[in-house]
């Protein structure tokens, strides 16, 4: 049973997810399965079909999303800001989403989602 709602401290990775290949999120980590902290109540039932799951705990739950065919649309079910200081994929994300924000290319519009 996969532990989606971790006690103290956050910083711990319990459990494992795995990362479909070609898309932001395998670039970024170069790797097909991390170790990630967890805690939420919540998680996606119905994906919209605007978005692409990219990585899911060993349950099948959703654990990222992108939005395909934009520079920077990545969303993680887990917390890289509890375990950044001891993670090093938590660091990448973050380093990713920085670089990111930085470049001309990022340019991504609310409509985009919500259209």
Not at 10 to 35: A, F, R, S
Not at 44 to 65: C, F, P, T, Y
């Amino acid at each position: 049973m996969v532990n989606h709602k971790q006690s103290p401290p956050y910083t711990n990775l319990v459990h494992d997810v795995h990362i479909e290949e070609n898309n932001i999120l395998y670039d970024i980590l170069q790797t097909d399965t991390i170790k990630v902290n967890s805690y939420h109540h919540q998680g996606i039932k119905m994906l919209s079909d605007k978005l692409k799951a990219v990585a899911v705990a060993e349950d099948g739950l959703v654990e990222s999303v992108v939005l395909p065919n934009r520079s920077f649309v990545l969303a993680v079910q887990w917390h890289p800001e509890y375990s950044y200081k001891v993670d090093d994929c938590s660091q990448k994300l973050f380093a990713a989403f920085v670089n990111a924000a930085k470049s001309p290319r990022y340019s991504t519009h609310i409509d985009d989602i919500t259209a």
